[in-house]
């Protein structure tokens, strides 16, 4: 008996890091960085990542090298983050800018001023433990990405507005095609290869978010793949591809 963390606690469970992940969101819930409807995302993603096998799929390792590439090459790349991404990946995500160089922008869909402070503390907390340097954007939104409306249209302009590569880990499918609509460079991490920001990102990498970011953080940056190599539709079809085969494999299984 006993509560989830008894089994997230031993690593040797099968169901170790889905429960580590969802205890991270429980823990960011009561803290006051989530939106209501976090949970909800974060089980969709739960699903998909269940029929890829909670594996990183070759296409989407190709894809992170590339996504890795196109940041390193950008003039000012930007890391985006939400709450979600900050309660599950929040250590990855600021070590990830500091291999870059580049900053970190809070930007959340539902945005409120508390939800954007308890935000923004979690990751200077963070910063400060990593002892990294990087810049933290967010507390003072002084633009707009043309076509959205309301709160969830602000940025930074030294962050969001002027960067010609960013990445979006778990968007919104709207506001990954303004980010496009701006002409960036929109990298996205989303474990729905069928979902808007999957499809109308830049480069989209179909893998779960704190699997892609150790991924990312552990490559050379010196043999790195040239961006021309990406083919969009063919990694949004190998990754339901995976899926398809994975699951036609599960069943000859099944069944013998
Ligand atoms: P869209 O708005 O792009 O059409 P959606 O409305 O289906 O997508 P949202 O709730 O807007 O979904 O965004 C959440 C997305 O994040 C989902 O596509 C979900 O699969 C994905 N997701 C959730 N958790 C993770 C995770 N840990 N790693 C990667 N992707 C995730
Ligand atoms: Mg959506």
Redesign the pocket.
Known sequence: CGGPMNHAADPSHPRYRSLL?RHRLEVAAKRGMLAD?AMI??G??EA?DYLLGETTIPSADVASQIALQALMQAEHPVLSVNG?VVA?AGDEMLRLADKIGCPLEVNIFYRTPERMDALLTDLRKRKERLGLDVDILGANPDAVIPGLKGPRAKCEARGILQADAILV??E??DR?EALVAMGKTVIV????PL????QRGSITIV????RCLENMLTMETEALPSLDSYDHLQTLQDALNAIIIGMKNKFVEAIE
């Open positions: 992940m409807s995302a974060h969709r993603g998909y979600n599950l880990p778990l919104d499918g990954c991490i989303d474990l729905n979902s808007r920001s999957s893998d779960e978010l704190s």
